[in-house]
């Protein structure tokens, strides 16, 4: 059969927040577009379409008063003064080797604040409607917006819009896998190869953003980069399955710099015997977490449930299995609305005492019954009136001599009926990508950028360590319209 050809000015690949926000970005600057897609239209939005999609911001126009900090707190490992030194000077002023270290980049951080009021007002014009909706950590440190339905009224808006008003301009392949650059003499990519529903297929272009996600759905990627405890990971939800890694390939191989920390991934806590979307179990701050031995081996409230589940979830990773549970006593019922802090789908383990509880979740009671009674042992005492404050930190901390101290909320476990829920570390999304500039233009190993390639969305590479939570979809919004406005009118 021969080579399915197409041809346009700018491909896309990826149907997610930055891909559809780059292909209509686009489209809107006049220019026809190509979207490639790997799943079928009903699956359609990868990630995006299974979050509820907070965007870390004061109010419509207005991002967190501690976005930019939180964001320049988790830049890089430990910076070069020497090399850092041009940060102060205009961007185009850097030197090469500045703008292609992994680290994320002032003037990327600029870029994106400043995209992101115009994003939600750009997003409503398509007819998202963004308001204050309600998260499921009981306590938090920042300010949030959502849109109404999540990420996927954003995929559908955004999706439509090529549909209809944007028809004559926009084509979406959806089940094409998008497989390897083509690159022209001159070295300026030029399309991409891909795997469609007939067979192999080519799809040509001036310029190719790749918004194809991370990595999270490739186990081999995810073991090389990120470590051989990855095999007790997997995607917080459907989408992440789609993503495996081929844009970052396919940009790395073609000279690409690194951005952005390999080595991490978002990681959350779940239930691992559910299948509901982001399972997530954030209770622990008021329990205690112990792993299959039956010790601890964490502050479970060292800050808000926000700003301390991911590092906690990373925790989890390295016990046997990569599995802990979560222990609660009846005090658990004095957290208000605390089932707002369980999204699984499952029942709790329950028990009447703590041997039966031991007993149904398989660990050893002698060493469970020690670890609670060394905990109760450095307890301040019981906490009369309001000193426990379950919505907000409120300095109960262990005496010295734990290890690990609980820095919150510590209260005796003493008192049944028990409850524990199994948890396991997820995997949101990888943090290793593209180096990218405020173009949204992938630079190569030399801080140049690569002719004619851009990228948008989690294949950039951003983050080190901490995701700042609420500003991946932002992301994906802001750069995907960067690099669909730019690779319309660029030709360079
Ligand atoms: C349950 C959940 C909750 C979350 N909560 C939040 C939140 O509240 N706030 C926030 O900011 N972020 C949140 N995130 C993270 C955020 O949703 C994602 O990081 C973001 O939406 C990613 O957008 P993207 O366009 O880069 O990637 P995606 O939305 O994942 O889109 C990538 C697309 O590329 C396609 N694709 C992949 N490989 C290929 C290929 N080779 N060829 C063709 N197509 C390909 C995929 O099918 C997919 O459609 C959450 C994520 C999940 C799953």
Not at 16 to 23: K, P, Y
Not at 174 to 179: G, L, S
Not at 282 to 291: A, C, I, P, S
Request: glycine letters at 10%.
């Amino acid at each position: 059969m021969a080579r399915q050809e197409y041809s346009a000015d700018v491909v896309v690949v990826g149907c997610g927040i930055a891909g559809l926000s780059a292909a209509v970005s686009a489209a809107e600057a006049g220019a026809n577009v190509l979207v490639l897609e790997r799943a079928p239209k009903d699956d359609r939005g990868g990630n995006t379409r299974y979050t509820e999609s907070f965007w870390r911001m004061k109010d419509h126009d207005t991002i967190a008063d501690d976005f930019a900090e939180r964001l320049a707190e988790n830049a890089a490992g430990y910076l070069d003064p020497e090399v850092t030194k041009d940060y102060n000077r205009p961007y185009s002023d850097w030197q090469p080797l500045l703008r292609a270290q992994p680290a994320l980049d002032p003037a990327l951080i600029e870029a994106w604040g400043e995209g992101a009021g115009p994003a939600v007002r750009w997003l409503e014009s398509k007819g998202a409607k963004f308001d204050y909706l309600p998260i499921y950590f009981l306590t938090v440190s920042t300010s949030r917006l959502a849109p109404v339905g999540g990420g996927w009224a954003l995929v559908e808006a955004l999706a439509k819009w090529c549909e209809t008003e944007g028809a004559d301009r926009v084509a979406i392949h959806y089940e094409t896998t998008a497989r390897g650059l083509i690159q022209d003499e001159d070295g300026r990519i030029v399309g991409i190869r891909a795997l469609g529903p007939d067979g192999p297929c080519e799809f040509r272009g001036n310029s190719v953003v790749l918004a194809s996600g991370g990595f999270e759905g490739n186990a081999e990627m995810l073991a090389r980069y990120c470590g051989p405890q990855t095999q007790w990971t997997r995607p917080i939800a459907k989408g992440g399955y789609f993503n495996r890694g081929e844009g970052i390939r396919m940009g790395l191989e073609a000279g690409a710099a690194p951005g952005g920390d390999f080595g991490s991934f978002h990681a959350q806590p779940v239930d691992p015997r559910s299948g509901a979307i982001e399972a997530a179990v954030v209770t622990f701050n008021y329990g205690l977490l112990v792993n299959l031995d039956g010790d601890r081996f964490t502050d479970e409230a060292p800050a808000t449930a926000d700003a301390c589940y991911e590092a906690i979830s990373r925790d989890i990773l390295q016990q046997k299995k990569g599995l802990a549970y979560v222990i609660h006593d009846a005090r658990l019922d004095d957290v208000p609305n605390w089932r707002l802090g369980v999204r699984s789908d499952q029942a709790p383990i329950e028990a009447a005492t703590l041997a039966e509880l031991a007993d149904k979740i398989g660990v050893n009671f002698n060493r469970l019954q020690a670890t609670l009674a060394a905990y109760n042992a450095h307890c301040p005492p019981e906490p009369t009136g309001d000193a426990f404050k379950a919505l907000e930190l409120d300095g109960l901390r262990t005496k010295p001599g734990l290890i690990p101290p609980k820095s919150n909320w510590s209260r005796p476990l003493d008192r049944g009926p028990w409850r524990a829920w199994p948890i396991m570390c997820s995997n949101c999304f990888t943090f290793g990508g593209l180096k990218v500039n405020p173009n949204a233009q992938v630079l190569d190993m030399d801080g140049r950028p690569l002719p004619g390639l851009y990228a948008a969305g989690e294949t950039m590479g951003v983050y080190h360590r901490t995701y700042t939570g609420s500003t991946s979809v932002m992301r994906g919004c802001v750069f995907g319209r960067i690099a669909g406005r730019h690779a319309a009118r660029s030709n360079v």
